[in-house]
């Protein structure tokens, strides 16, 4: 397997969803009849990226499973942070235990928003490469259950952290491996490490851009919105 440009976070235990992620990890609730991480599955392969990497915890061995090595002509590696240590190490340190599968500039997603129309593109990539930025923010607009925003965004697109208005991170962006420097290599101790704090400070130096999307997008994250999103119609 070649070192993944794309990384599909699929490690949280899924708390307000109970009683659905008691027996099933989050990202294998379905949506329409397909997996939410289906959906990411299928936009990578489409846009050419054929290596990606899965991060699990919570009922793990379930997403390896159900895709095993290969999904539609997507190489999936899995970093198991549940078998390795015990449960999932929170998205930077999710992240960083996987650096060695991952490329120089890769993207992310979270396993559990439903944004079906999102085309993860190799030119974005490339572009961003180019770039002198460490990180790349899709941000969106803000949801009934966060309406004051995550972030701000400048004209020249430059990621703010005190702007109005404020936009929600969809979860989803480009990042560079030296974006987690500060942190040890591989994550070999396991240790959980919040990504927040780490976009904050990367942003306060300037060292983010960030662009809007209104596209379809939902976070999962109880079982009424997966319930709304089944009796909508198919996009």
């Keep these: 397997m070649s070192p993944a440009q794309a ?21 294998l ?6 997996p939410l991480m289906g959906y990411h599955l299928d936009a990578f392969g489409r846009a050419g990226f054929h290596d990606v990497v899965v991060n699990t915890a919570w009922l793990g061995d ?12 997507v190489r999936i590696a899995y970093s198991h942070e549940g078998r390795d240590f015990g449960g999932a ?10 650096l060695p599968l991952l490329d120089e500039v890769f993207w992310i997603v979270a396993g559990d928003v439903f944004m079906p129309r999102f085309c993860f593109t190799r030119e974005a990539l ?12 899709v941000l969106v607009p803000n949801p009934d259950h966060n309406p004051k925003g995550d972030f701000g965004l400048r004209a020249d697109g430059v990621a703010l952290n005190a702007a109005a208005p404020r936009l929600t991170y969809s979860t989803t962006g480009l990042f560079r491996k030296s974006f ?25 130096r300037e060292q983010v851009s960030a662009e809007p ?22 996009l």
Excluded: C
């Design 213 to 234: 999307y209104d596209g379809p997008w939902t976070d999962v994250g109880t079982p009424q919105r997966l319930d709304s999103l089944n009796r909508s119609p198919v």
């Design 126 to 137: 490339e572009r961003f490469a180019a770039g002198g930025k460490l990180a790349h923010l």
């Design 62 to 73: 379930q997403i390896e499973q159900h895709y095993g090595a290969e999904s539609g002509g």
């Design 29 to 34: 609730l379905e949506v329409h009849g397909k």
């Design 89 to 98: 190490l929170e998205t930077a340190g999710g992240i960083v235990r996987a």
């Design 180 to 204: 987690f420097d500060p942190l040890p290599a591989g994550n070999p101790q396991g240790l959980k490490l919040a990504l927040a704090p780490l976009l904050r400070a990367a942003i306060e």
């Design 7 to 27: 990384m599909i976070l699929a490690a949280g235990r899924g708390e307000r969803m109970r009683p659905l992620t008691d027996s099933r990890p989050k990202p």
